[in-house]
C-alpha cells in the first residue's frame, strides 16, 4: 500500500513561513490534499489537489509537489495556525484513501 | 449549505453492536462518496472506507476491512459505520467526510465519539 511520510512537528516563530512536507513514492503524479485539525475539532481543508485553495481559506496557506515530496507552506505563521496538518491522496486503482502521519505545526 | 450530522456520543460495553449515522443536506447526496475517517487519541487520522450512496459501490482501508460495515440509505441521505462486536480499542472519534470521486474530503461531519468500556 501507498505510505505518505510526514515529519512529527515543525515549529516557527510568528510571522515566519512554516513549510510542511508530505513524502511519497512518486507522488508529484498524484493530486495531494492537505487539511488542518486543531484539537477538539473536526478536520479542515486547506489545500487541494496539490496547490489549489479552497473558497474562505486565507493565501497565506500554499502548495506544491514535485518528484517524492509534496509540500504546504504558510507565510506569515499566525498563533491561530498552530494545529496539526494531514496530507492525503488517492489511489485510482481500489479506489483507497491514504493520510500521512500528521505534523505538529507549533508557533513559538 | 453543504452540512454533514452525525449521531451522538456513544458509551457501550465490549461485545456490543454499534451504528453511528451521517446525514448530508445541502447537496445531492446519491452523487459523493461519503467516508469514514477514525482519529484515536494522541494519534493521526485513518481512512477506513468510503461508499457511494447513489449505487452502494464500497472500499474498505484493508486495516478495516471486515472489522467494519459501511453503508447507505439514499432515500434518508445517510450514511452509516457498523461494529457487530465492539472492542475497547474502537474507542475514537469517528469523522464521516464527503468526496467526489478521486477528490479531496471537502466537507466533514462534527464527529461521532465512541467509548467501549466495561
Known amino acids: 500500500s501507498y505510505v505518505l511520510t510526514q515529519a512529527p512537528s515543525v515549529s516557527v516563530a510568528p510571522g515566519q513561513t512554516a513549510r510542511i512536507t508530505c513524502g511519497g513514492d512518486?507522488?508529484?503524479?498524484?493530486?495531494v490534499h492537505w487539511y488542518q485539525q486543531k484539537p477538539g475539532q473536526a478536520p479542515v481543508l486547506v489545500v487541494y489537489?496539490?496547490?489549489d485553495r479552497p473558497s474562505g481559506i486565507p493565501e497565506r496557506f500554499s502548495g506544491s509537489n514535485s518528484g517524492n515530496t509534496a509540500t504546504l507552506t504558510i507565510i506569515g505563521v499566525e498563533v491561530g495556525d498552530e494545529a496539526d496538518y494531514f496530507c492525503?491522496?488517492?489511489?485510482?486503482?481500489?479506489?483507497?484513501?491514504?493520510f500521512g502521519g500528521g505534523t505538529k505545526l507549533t508557533v513559538l | 449549505e453543504v452540512h454533514l450530522e452525525q449521531s451522538g456520543a456513544e458509551v457501550k460495553k465490549p461485545g456490543e453492536s454499534l451504528k453511528i449515522s451521517c446525514q448530508g443536506s445541502?447537496?445531492?447526496?446519491?452523487?459523493?462518496?461519503i467516508a469514514w475517517v477514525r482519529h484515536m487519541p494522541g494519534k493521526g487520522l485513518e481512512w477506513m472506507g468510503i461508499?457511494?450512496?447513489?449505487?452502494?459501490?464500497?472500499a474498505y482501508s484493508p486495516s478495516f476491512q471486515g472489522q467494519v460495515t459501511i453503508s447507505a440509505d439514499k432515500s434518508v441521505r445517510a450514511a452509516y459505520l457498523e461494529w457487530s462486536t465492539l472492542k475497547a480499542s474502537d474507542s475514537a472519534m469517528y469523522y464521516c467526510?464527503?468526496?467526489?470521486?478521486?477528490?479531496?474530503?471537502?466537507?466533514w461531519g462534527q464527529g461521532t465519539l465512541v467509548t467501549v468500556s466495561s
Open positions: 467526510a464527503r468526496a467526489s470521486s478521486g477528490g479531496p474530503f471537502d466537507f
Open positions: 445541502g447537496y445531492d447526496f446519491a452523487t459523493y462518496w
Open positions: 461508499i457511494y450512496p447513489g449505487d452502494s459501490d464500497t
Open positions: 512518486n507522488i508529484g503524479g498524484r493530486n
Open positions: 489537489d496539490s496547490s
Open positions: 492525503q491522496v488517492w489511489n485510482p486503482s481500489n479506489d483507497h484513501r491514504v
